[in-house]
T-cell receptor, first 111, second 112 residues
Framework: EPEVTQTPSHQVTQMGQEVILRCVPI?????FYWYRQILGQKVEFLVS????????KSEIFDDQFSVERPDGSNFTLKIRSTKLEDSAMYFC?????????FGQGTRLTVV | GENVEQHPSTLSVQEGDSAVIKCTYS??????FPWYKQELGKRPQLIID?????GEKKDQRIAVTLNKTAKHFSLHITETQPEDSAVYFC???????????FGTGTRLQVTL
């Protein structure tokens, strides 16, 4: 069964550094998403992406964040200057007809 | 925007008993309601979903009911097993490309 895959599984970075989280969505899906989950809390929406552009973003998704689909298979989330409060599990998801399937996540730790 | 509330936050049942988790939503335009199961350190896994044109949906031991008038939906798990122990999240969605708004989660513990 096809799955959304994310790399790396765990990333430790120093405050102020840039990080890029990578995702390979399921191949025939058209909608792509990034969510995050702070430890022990609910899953929060960051951004949705469709037809090569952002379709919706949350208040969390400020100018420090950007997304890109650099080729036909990858979908990336970049955080330009990480803060301590960016530490969380970041989930990529892809979907069709609003059914969303999640990747296994990247645990980002900002120190 | 949409707000989803979920209860209870924790639920402990004995193996073989039923478990019910309830969610309410605020946006009457929401029309898709999935449920995700998340085991510790793992991805949210879609277990069942329901669309607003249906009142109930069942898949083996799992069922979901939707009351559009009251704006609430529920997850029912029958004959619970230890492997059902996990955190369950409800969510609501208002459009094809739009976000899922998640509830706060229910930690289900199935004891022997």
């Amino acid at each position: 069964e096809p799955e959304v895959t994310q790399t790396p599984s765990h990333q430790v970075t120093q405050m102020g550094q840039e990080v890029i989280l990578r995702c390979v969505p399921i191949s025939n899906h058209l909608y792509f998403y990034w969510y995050r989950q702070i430890l022990g809390q609910k899953v929060e929406f960051l951004v949705s992406f469709y037809n090569n552009e952002i379709s919706e973003k949350s208040e969390i998704f400020d100018d420090q964040f950007s997304v890109e689909r650099p080729d036909g298979s990858n979908f990336t989330l970049k955080i330009r200057s990480t803060k301590l409060e960016d530490s969380a599990m970041y989930f990529c998801a892809s979907g069709v007809d609003r059914v969303a399937f999640f990747g296994q996540g990247t645990r980002l730790t900002v120190v | 925007g949409e707000n989803v509330e979920q209860h209870p936050s924790t639920l402990s049942v004995q193996e073989g008993d039923s478990a019910v988790i309830k969610c309410t939503y605020s946006d009457s335009a929401s029309n898709y309601f999935p449920w995700y199961k998340q085991e510790l350190g793992k991805r949210p896994q879609l277990i069942i979903d329901i669309r607003s044109n249906v009142g109930e949906k069942k898949d083996q031991r799992i069922a979901v009911t939707l009351n559009k008038t009251a704006k609430h939906f529920s997850l029912h798990i029958t004959e619970t097993q230890p492997e059902d122990s996990a955190v369950y999240f409800c969510a609501a969605n208002t459009g094809t490309a739009s976000k899922l708004t998640f509830g706060t989660g229910t930690r289900l513990q199935v004891t022997l």
